[in-house]
């Protein structure tokens, strides 16, 4: 939308390439070449797209042979009539909704080949580094396994053919010899991960600001609620934030609306709340706006709020996925980022994913501890600045960045402004080579504003 491009021809010989203002039409520079990306990744040259056209024509018929056998002719004429249309549109237009599930047949691939993809291209001696590891890589393997599952439906009920299957993410098994030397990063590494490293560990324990791992207490589960609100009141006369886990959505909710009524200001975050108003509910925790949050997995990684100061688990002797030895190292760790951060275990006992948990945390605290006193280091609370983030969520889907402030400048002829344009186009380039993208989109919006102006005004 910023600028366009005339290709000028003489006969079949392309004469020159111009870059033009599209509000204008003036040519801005000369190009001496232009890539012109297709709209569609799937696109071919016309002889692999024939050959292509014919591999499906033979599999169709070979799998309707197959499915009339099992008598299923519902699913016969389902998938005979979807894909004799899909043909149809490959032949006239070269394109048809869902060209992916025939993308074996483009690329020419046998039947289970691996699926071409980004890392193809990377040289061998690359090195990848996995965050947090204890979840990428089971992602990985479940990517897979979600779309075969899928996949092995449609192909069952006549929608698909057989080879859509082939359309596909990797296994884990060829993602491994794609990837041949990686860094697994997470703070609760999976066995996975221990097997693979073959002892060669390496241990991040030391935080710059010196802030040790959370204290943290268990405590009867009798009267839990009750010690719990106990808990928040001091907190909040301290203007610390709390967090509270529990394990199910029904409970949040019930423990939030308990908690309303005595008068405290508390909110829930579960699944259910749509990613952005997630965004909102955490930017208002750390405003001040309230100060407990009650969740059940989403407190978890990647979640760095300094101001919560206490880290609640209820029912944390209820063994299982939430309050997995694992699950329990990552929830204390919200409360790693204040000075004076806490962890409370509630629980009628402690189960062995409870001693581990705690076991772990006290030796890091241990270590870290140890390092203060040896370098004089005096821990400190994490200072965070609170953006905004909203403006960047919102607007990121567009790939645009905070409104422009318009200003309040006026310009007496179209030279002194086509100079400020010039000026912040020049800034934009500038930002952007030192990869201040976020300032360069800044700036490319207010040029764009300008132009816009110009075309009223003058």
């Not at 690359?126 to 089971?138: A, K, N, Q, T």
């Not at 600001?209 to 009267?223: N, Q, Y």
């Not at 200001?265 to 952005?276: F, G, K, P, W």
């Not at 407990?292 to 300094?306: F, S």
């Amino acid at each position: 939308e910023a600028r366009a491009v005339r290709i000028e021809f003489f006969g079949n010989e392309v004469e020159q390439i111009l870059e033009i203002d599209p509000l204008w039409g003036k040519a801005t520079r000369e190009l001496s070449r232009l890539a012109v990306y297709p709209a569609s990744h799937y696109v071919t040259t016309r002889s692999m797209l024939a050959q292509a056209i014919e591999a499906i024509q033979v599999e169709l018929e070979e799998r309707l042979i197959e499915v009339r056998e099992e008598g299923k002719l519902l699913e016969a004429q389902r998938l005979e009539e979807r894909t004799r249309f899909d043909l149809e549109m490959l032949q006239e237009l070269g394109y048809c909704t869902g060209i992916e599930n025939y993308a074996r047949h483009i690329t020419g691939r046998l039947p289970g080949e691996p699926p071409p993809c980004l890392l193809d291209y990377y040289p061998e001696d690359s090195l990848f580094f996995i965050d947090e590891s204890h979840i990428g890589v089971p992602q990985l393997k479940g990517m897979y396994r979600g779309d075969r599952s899928r996949k092995l439906n449609l192909v069952k009920y006549g929608f698909r053919l057989p080879s859509a299957l082939d359309n596909r993410p990797l296994s884990f098994e060829e993602f491994e010899e794609v990837v041949p030397q990686a860094i697994y990063v997470s703070a609760t590494p999976a066995e996975y991960e221990l097997k693979k490293a073959q002892g060669v560990v390496v241990e991040q324990v030391i935080r710059p600001t010196g802030l040790m791992d959370p204290k943290i207490s268990v405590r009867s589960a009798e009267h839990q609620v009750d010690d719990l609100v106990a808990e928040i009141r001091l907190r909040a006369e301290r203007n610390e934030r709390v967090l509270v886990t529990t394990l199910t959505k029904r409970m949040a909710e019930d423990l939030t609306e308990y908690l309303t009524d005595l008068g405290i200001r508390v909110r829930y975050l579960h699944s259910d709340i749509h990613t952005i108003q997630r965004v909102e509910i955490i930017r208002d925790l750390r405003l001040g706006r309230f100060d407990v949050m009650v969740g059940i997995n989403l407190l978890r990684e990647g979640l760095d709020l300094p101001e919560v100061s206490l880290v609640s688990i209820l029912d944390a002797d209820k063994e299982g996925f939430l309050r997995s030895e694992r699950s329990l190292i990552q929830t204390c760790g919200r409360a790693a980022r204040n000075v004076a951060g806490e962890v409370v275990l509630y629980g009628s006992e402690i189960t062995p994913s409870m001693a581990r948990a705690v076991e772990e945390t006290n030796r890091r605290r241990q270590l870290q501890a140890e390092y203060n006193e040896t370098h004089g280091i005096t821990p400190e609370t994490i200072r965070k600045e609170i953006h905004n983030i909203l403006d960047s969520v919102y607007e990121g889907d567009y790939v645009t960045v905070a409104t422009v402030k318009e200003k309040a400048v006026e310009y007496k002829t179209v030279e002194e402004l086509d100079q400020y344009i010039t000026g912040l186009e020049n800034q934009m380039k500038e930002a952007a080579t030192k990869l201040e993208f976020e300032e360069a989109a800044r700036l490319r919006d207010e040029i764009r504003d300008l132009k816009e102006q110009r075309l009223e005004v003058y």
